[in-house]
């Protein structure tokens, strides 16, 4: 069963995505991540800790904002009766 709007969806890595999701979760991710790690420059800590915080955030942020593009199918197997 294929969906009506299959023309906006690629495969990566055995799922389908949208092409433009997957741009802004990718720019959302480096900028939170890079920005931990400024702000752990500044703040005179361990930056790659906190740009390790800002990676799960944003992590986190992309789960809120896109929703699974997947389609699952489930079909009942017909069990064959061998008669006597």
């Not at 389908?16 to 420059?41: F, P, R």
């Not at 005179?44 to 789960?63: D, Q, R, S």
Request: one cysteine or more; glycine letters at 8%; aromatic letters at 8%.
């Amino acid at each position: 069963m294929e969906s009506k709007n299959n023309d906006n969806l690629v495969e990566v890595w055995q799922d389908n995505v949208k092409i433009i999701d997957l741009l802004i979760s990718m720019v959302i991710s480096a900028i939170l991540t890079l920005g931990g790690y400024i702000l752990g420059e500044i703040i005179n800590t361990e930056p790659l800790v906190v740009a390790l915080i800002g990676a799960i955030a944003g992590f986190i942020c992309n789960i809120f904002l896109f929703k699974v593009k997947r389609e699952i199918v489930f079909e009942e197997e017909a069990e064959e009766v061998e008669g006597s």
